[in-house]
């Protein structure tokens, strides 16, 4: 951003943006998507699966499912491919801009026992210069912490 910002009026800015884009997000989700609505839970789901997997006993058919949950384990974004999609799903490039910029110089490693990933989760610039490091997104085994996971953001 430029120079020095009060907290306050990041988080003012942030919740601006976020009232924002949660309009465009909203209209891009599948109602399955429930997880990700502010009124929606994953309890949804399970009433639903529980008359399928009744259904699916009564006509004696096969049934196969797989449930994760995952909400913030991980930085998984591809934030290069966020930025190209976001426009696409009609959000103001300005806004797109404005959140980028909060993710400049953001980098995510995961801590697991005593390992730590090397890799980051940056912009194309960033990406680049991974590659010139030779990294493989192996662990670091000087990380001393024990029995922990966690996602630190430097």
Not at 10 to 25: G, Q, S
Request: proline content about 1%; aromatic content about 10%; charged content about 30%.
């Amino acid at each position: 951003m430029c120079g020095k910002v009060d907290e306050g009026s990041l988080i003012i800015l942030m919740v601006l943006l976020f009232n924002k884009v949660k309009n465009f997000v909203n209209a891009q989700l599948q109602d399955q998507q429930t997880g990700f609505r502010k009124d929606g839970s994953c309890t949804d789901r399970i009433a639903t699966l529980q008359i399928t997997v009744k259904q699916s006993s009564e006509w004696n058919s096969p049934f196969y499912i797989k449930l994760i949950d995952y909400e913030n384990a991980f930085d998984i974004v591809d934030r290069t491919t966020l930025w190209r999609l976001l426009p696409h799903y009609s959000v103001h490039e300005k806004i797109v801009n404005i959140i980028r910029n909060f993710y400049d110089g953001l980098n995510c490693k995961i801590v697991h026992g005593e390992q730590m990933t090397t890799r980051s989760n940056n912009d194309e610039e960033e990406e680049e210069e991974e590659d010139d490091d030779d990294d493989d997104g192996d662990y670091d085994d000087d990380h001393d912490d024990d029995n922990k996971c966690s996602v630190n953001y430097t």
